[in-house]
Structures are given as structure tokens and as C-alpha cells.
């Protein structure tokens, strides 16, 4: 059967797909269908309305979803590697498990998001929205998160190694900022398996590592170093405060 695709913003028909679906199935489901005969046929999907899509386990590997609308779909378990949400509508979405692997999210909207386990090793969520969303035991490795807007953002067992998150809003998450060093480097606590991490410009260590590291003899500026172990102090007693370690 022949399934409509539309614009989001003109309501216009972008594409019309074949798809192989009992005329009594769910809209959502024979949205999935459509979505995935355009990625074989290499159809346009930027800016399409795919508004609660049933794409459950899907493969969408390097797809472009620039800009489309993807409220309230189901993407449970799909591969997104390298695909390209950037600007898309990822409010609510489920993203629980997904492969998110080097994947655009730039200045997408996450707004309350499920990525429970995903994998955004890697992935560019530069000036995203995700707050209130739920990045429990996701994999941030590596992950562009600068200027994004992560309040009230579920980030217990996240890993954070290496993630950028320059300018990032970290208000109410299970992140202490440490604020700015005299020279611009910005100290970030999180905890990795009971054990509280210090992120700051391209470094990342264990808390122990880090007072080492800041305290050695050898730093190149004492008053930095001096400067760095303040910060840490009150990185640990706030992480205590909250419980987050003993």
C-alpha cells in the first residue's frame, strides 16, 4: 500500500512510500514502515512530520533526520550510528538502548527523552536541549556536550569520560560544577561506579588522581595548582553532602 509522508512545516506530501501493512494496522506502525522504505530508496526525510513513528529496533544508520519531528516515537533499540538528528524534535522520545555512536544532535530537542543505556559515544549534542530527560547509565564518552541544557537531567551511572561539557547547564543533575580556574579550565564531579570523577578541559581523572596531578612539585603553576585543590575540596564535600559518595 501507498503511505504519505509530509512536511511538518507545510503539511505538503514529501515523499510517498510502499509499504507492505494490513490497512487496519496503526498509524505508528505504518509510519515506521514508511520511514524505513525511504531509507532504502534514499528518500528526503529532513523536516519530515514522523510525529510517533513505531521504529523499534530499527536500522538507521547514517540516516538524515535533519530537523524532522520525531516527538513521541518509538526508537527503542535502534541504530542511529553516525545518523543525523541535528535541529530534529526528540521530545519524549523512547531512546532507550539505542546506538547512538557518533551521531549529530546538535541543537536537537530532547526535552524529556528516555536514552536509558544508549550509546552517544562520540555523539555531537552541541547546544541540544535535554533537560529533564533520562541519561541513566548512558555511555558519554567522548561526547560533544557543550552549551547544552541538561537540567533536572537524570545522569546517575552515566559515563562522562571525556565528554566537552564547556558552557554546559548543569543545574540539578547528578554533576557538581566546580566553576572556572583563573585561566578557563571548568571543573566537573560525577561519579563512575561509587567512585567520584573530576573532568576538567581535556583532562579526566579519579578524585585521587586529580589531587595528585594539581598537588605534584612539578605543575607548571603553583597558584593554579594551589587553585585547582580548593576547587576539588569543594567538588568532594558537596558530592558528600548530596550522598552521592561516602
Request: with cysteine; proline share 0%; hydrophobic share 40%.
Amino acid at each position: 500500500m501507498k503511505y504519505e509522508i509530509k512536511n511538518k512545516f507545510s503539511g505538503r506530501v514529501q515523499f510517498t512510500a510502499e509499504i507492505d501493512s494490513s490497512e487496519d494496522a496503526s498509524p505508528h506502525i505504518k509510519l515506521g514502515l514508511a520511514v524505513k522504505w525511504a531509507i532504502e530508496n534514499k528518500a528526503n526525510l529532513s523536516e519530515a512530520n514522523l510525529y510517533g513513528a513505531n521504529l523499534r529496533k530499527a536500522n538507521l544508520h547514517g540516516a538524515n533526520l535533519y530537523g524532522a519531528d520525531l516527538r513521541r516515537a518509538d526508537l527503542y533499540g535502534a541504530n542511529l550510528r553516525r545518523a543525523d538528528f541535528s535541529e530534529a524534535n526528540l521530545c519524549g522520545t523512547d531512546l532507550r538502548k539505542t546506538n547512538l555512536y557518533g551521531a549529530d544532535l546538535r541543537r536537537a530537542d530532547l526535552y524529556g527523552a528516555d536514552l536509558r543505556r544508549a550509546n552517544l559515544y562520540g555523539a555531537d549534542l552541541h547546544g541540544a536541549t535535554i533537560c529533564r530527560a533520562n541519561l541513566s547509565d548512558a555511555d558519554l564518552i567522548s561526547a560533544n556536550l557543550r552549551d547544552i541544557n541538561l537540567s533536572d537531567t537524570n545522569l546517575h551511572g552515566a559515563d562522562l569520560t571525556n565528554a566537552n561539557l564547556r558552557g554546559a547547564d548543569l543545574r540539578n543533575v547528578y554533576l557538581i560544577d566546580g566553576g572556572c580556574r583563573n585561566d578557563g579550565y571548568r571543573f566537573v564531579g560525577w561519579v563512575k561506579n561509587g567512585e567520584l570523577m573530576i573532568r576538567a578541559g581535556c583532562r579526566n581523572f579519579t578524585i585521587t588522581k586529580a589531587r595528585l596531578h594539581w598537588s605534584n612539585e612539578g605543575y607548571h603553576s603553583k597558584l593554579l595548582g594551589k587553585e585547582s585543590i580548593v576547587i576539588l575540596d569543594h567538588i568532594e564535600q558537596t558530592a558528600k553532602l548530596r550522598g552521592l559518595i561516602k
